[in-house]
């Protein structure tokens, strides 16, 4: 079984960066992947806490080093909930065929845009049943 770690924002979110809930929005990317593999993936919701704090973007030397001695946390969700509602989107989407509305350039769109709201929604989720 392989697995994957992803960061689906597509870099280290930081809470000075005044996103409205505390999360950017997921890269269509993790939907790609989600809608590429040949078997549907069991999706574990990871939620990081502490690395705007090993990693700021506003420090101003020696960028490419973390600092010392600053707390990170992972927590992790139950993989249930989401990979079947994930699988439910896939197959309603499948079964629909193309919607007339959808891109004719790009058909997937819809489909990669809700997996990816599924995702953020249950980041979010766990991060606010940690608070």
């Keep these: 079984m392989t697995q994957i770690h992803i960061f689906p924002e597509g870099k280290v979110n930081q809470p000075r960066m005044k996103i409205s ?32 704090n090993v990693m700021p973007e506003d420090r101003t030397y020696l960028k490419f080093l973390p600092k010392l001695g600053k707390k990170i946390t992972v927590s992790f969700g139950s993989p249930a909930g989401i990979t079947h509602e994930v699988q439910g989107a896939l197959q309603e989407w499948r079964k629909a ?10 058909p997937e769109a819809a489909v990669r ?9 249950a980041v ?8």
């Design 97 to 106: 065929g193309t919607p007339s509305f959808a891109d004719p350039l790009d």
């Design 113 to 121: 845009s809700r997996i990816a709201e599924i995702l953020r929604n």
């Design 21 to 52: 809930d505390g999360l950017m929005r997921f890269k269509w990317g993790v939907s790609q992947m989600v809608l590429r593999s040949e078997q549907p993936p069991v999706i574990i919701p990871m939620y990081l806490q502490g690395f705007d």
């Design 124 to 131: 979010h989720n766990l991060g606010d049943s940690l608070k």
